[in-house]
């Protein structure tokens, strides 16, 4: 398989070993987690050994890096640069404020459809320069950079000093970017093998993760992210055993942990296909944003399918100067302009002041509903049948008919002044509130009603068996 294709894990390989939990990161939101080192009393340990390794998913570009950021007096940090700026999108890897080694890629990595496995492998005691940091992305060794300047033989990187404070995703001075992280390992003083953490599957060659199963260092830890009233819980039992280890997870809102891992990838919204004036995509790509203004824009889910039967939720804002649409769109004809409602290849319908939702089909208007709204909408889609229907907290609304086969993913449409809205839920993750936290027959997703008979969340699982 070309290495190309091999950087890019869409989470569709099945796997002995899953994981159950993400975190979500939104930038200039008050959500971190971090591990403080403390109270070493003048001697510090020092380490010419680390092994990082994490999985990341990018919800948006234009945030902060996507990194492990140590904040000392040294500054090290390790991740994906957001886009745009010096570094854009490129690996950027630096210690002792690039003093002691700075790494930054030719390749960029933009992808965020896919999850992407890091590996910084950091031994200074060898004697080939380019050894001493190694970094892989979904197991292939990246060795093509734009700069390299290597630590010294027997440099201590200093990961760990009084007052040293390890942040996910978070730069102080840059903001935090939009992604989810998941798998997160930090192993003192050993340099660790990228097959630790992950292989190459033999049918696929697509790099996947596997259980750890070695040993952390002295002050090394692992995060889960499966205690949801504590995020930065150590699951390796570390920072449990000693006083100079601090968990800390601090934020504004208690929806931070998605089920959309590596080992079984949901849909989000697409960022890279097109959209039509300012809008803001944000709470881990689930919200579509519009401005001030009253031009339309619209946005597509990251995952589309020709056959199988597919349930999704949203919750649109309405209000008088607003329209919330949304629906199906297939990508082989669609024509992707300012009004969607006059075009052929999309189905769906439109909340017009919050009063009516008004139904089209392939390009025509298809007549409206009254309704009392305020709730949760459910699109039910059945690619093998043609039909798509709608429901409204759980009773069913309309159902469109005759729909031909294509490529189809669901889509997002918001239009007017006041900063309308609309907040899917794929099953992975929503900021939408959830009383019953219902899942398909599989046990995937959460939802706030039951998926009707025979109808599944769009996620990487669902689509290995049905899609």
Known sequence: MEALQRLHNRGSISTGYNIDNSFVQEYNNARRVSMYYGGFGGSAPTNTKATISFWFKWAGLNGGAANWKMIDTQNSQFGVMPEGGTYDSSIYCAGQNESLFKLVSTAKFRD??????????????????????????????????????????????????????????????????????????????????????????????????????????????????????????????????????????????????????????????????PTYGSCVINEGATQIEGDSTSSFRNVQSTLAVTSGKWYCELVPQLASTMNTSFGVVNLDTAIFDTTWYNNAGYWGGNFDTGASIYFYTNGSGAGSEPVSFGGTVGLAFDADNGTLDFYLNGSHQEQFTGIPSGTFAFFADVQGTGNPYIRYNFGGYTVNTISSAASDANGYGTFEYAPPTGYYALCTKNLAQYG
């Open 112 to 273: 965020t459809s896919a999850w992407y496995h890091m590996c910084v492998v950091c031994d200074s005691t060898l004697s080939t320069a380019s050894d001493r940091v190694k970094v892989y992305i979904n197991g292939v060794r990246i060795t093509d950079w734009s700069t390299a300047n290597y630590p010294a033989q027997n440099a201590s990187f200093r990961h760990i000093e009084e007052n040293t404070t390890h942040h996910v995703g978070h730069d102080v001075n840059a903001g935090k970017p939009y992604a989810y992280y998941a798998d997160m390992y930090y192993i003192f003083d050993q340099a660790k093998d990228v097959t630790d953490f992950g292989e190459f599957d033999e049918d696929t060659g697509i790099w996947k993760p596997i259980e750890y199963t070695g040993t952390f260092g002295s002050y090394g830890y692992y995060w889960d992210f499966s205690n949801a009233s504590n995020y930065a819980e150590d699951q390796s039992g570390t920072a449990s055993g000693t006083s100079q280890m601090t968990e800390q997870s601090i934020s504004t809102t208690t929806a931070m942990q998605s089920t959309d891992t590596p080992t079984n990838n949901f849909a989000t919204y697409n960022i890279l296909n």
